[in-house]
């Protein structure tokens, strides 16, 4: 069984169809590991991830998967409490080294609660966000952008970070903003927009969580507007002052880093449902961006 999330006119997300209460038929976390290598290549994560299985055995059984973001506090106790077998995130666990997974530790405890309750830990991160329908080509396709390639491509010219395309139609960047309001669910940090809000935009590029690495990128810089996630003032800053000398394009949209990922996970539920179709799967609709409200002037 596979329960859809998708995002609402208002950025809530929102979860439809039931969960199983009885489920008979189960895989090998072997079996799904080798579905997800399918989906998400090893291969194509970059050399400083962290990527795979963090907990589990790959002979334990399967029958319950919750896709979520980021293994923190709640979509832990989400998983534990509806009986998951597996919690599947984007974000490693463990990217930064540890030296201790004691239990009085953020880290330690969200392993001791899944591994005492027989619940495996996966991450499909960078390595999902190379693929056609990884992190920015779900944000590209809501968006729907056309003539899709790479930021950087990788050695195969259709799988790389980031994606830059074009709409369909011409829009101002305002507008365009406003239908990533609608797009994404919503935050604390809402949509922080450099540029001027009438300006025609058509080619997009984009990259789902942080992309400040690629401001220089050639298809960035000759795109009208690059929309990416935790932008820092010194590169925002040198990127708008360069556009200046310009005709002041790129232009910047920058988005919360959760809620650009969150898109990827109705997708890859999906994909992992197709070819396990016995397993019940669910995608967590509890927001995990680090900020609860913003006060201004």
Same mark, same amino acid.
């Given at each position: ?10 950025? +809530?997300?929102? &979860? &439809? ?5 009885? !489920? ?21 994560? %970059? ?56 239990? @009085? ?6 392993? &001791?609660?899944?591994?005492?309750? #027989? ?12 693929? @056609? ?29 980031? +994606? ?17 309001? +609608? ?8 949509? +922080? ?15 789902? #969580?942080? #992309? *400040? ?40 949209? *920058? ?5 650009? %990922? ?11 449902? %197709?070819?396990?179709? %016995? ?8 927001? &995990? ?5 913003? !006060?201004?002037?």
């Amino acid at each position: 069984m596979y329960a859809h999330a998708d995002a609402s006119a208002t950025g +809530r997300a929102d &979860t &439809t169809g039931p969960r199983s209460k009885l !489920v008979t038929v189960s895989y090998s976390l072997a079996e799904v590991l080798q579905v997800c290598e399918a989906l998400w290549p090893a291969s194509g994560a %970059e050399s400083w991830d962290a990527s795979g299985l963090i907990a589990g055995h790959p002979d334990d059984r399967v029958s319950r998967v919750v896709l979520a973001v980021d293994a923190v506090e709640v979509t832990v106790r989400d998983a534990v409490d509806t009986g998951a077998d597996l919690l599947l995130v984007h974000h490693p666990l463990l990217l930064r080294g540890v030296t201790s997974i004691a239990a @009085d530790e953020y880290k330690g405890a969200m392993l &001791t609660r899944l591994i005492r309750s #027989g619940c495996a830990l996966l991450a499909a991160h960078t390595n999902a966000d190379v693929v @056609d329908e990884g992190t920015s080509g779900a944000l590209a396709a809501r968006l729907g952008l056309v003539d899709l390639a790479p930021i950087a491509p990788s050695a195969d010219p259709s799988v790389g970070i980031g +994606r830059v395309g074009r709409l369909a139609n011409p829009v101002s960047l305002g507008h365009l903003a406003q239908a990533l309001a +609608r797009i994404l669910p919503a935050t604390a940090t809402g949509i +922080r927009v450099a540029g001027d809000y009438d300006a025609v935009v058509e080619r997009v590029a984009l990259c789902g #969580g942080a #992309g *400040d690495s690629l401001l220089a990128a050639p298809s960035v810089v000759s795109a009208d507007v690059y929309i990416t996630s935790d932008l820092r003032h010194h590169p925002a800053s040198a990127a708008r002052e360069q556009a200046q000398l310009g005709d002041g394009r790129p232009y910047l949209i *920058d988005v919360s880093h959760w809620a650009s %990922e969150w898109l990827w996970l109705d997708g890859a539920a999906a994909s992992l449902g %197709e070819r396990l179709p %016995e397993l019940d799967i669910s995608v967590s609709d509890l927001r &995990t961006d680090p900020w609860d409200f913003v !006060v201004t002037q």
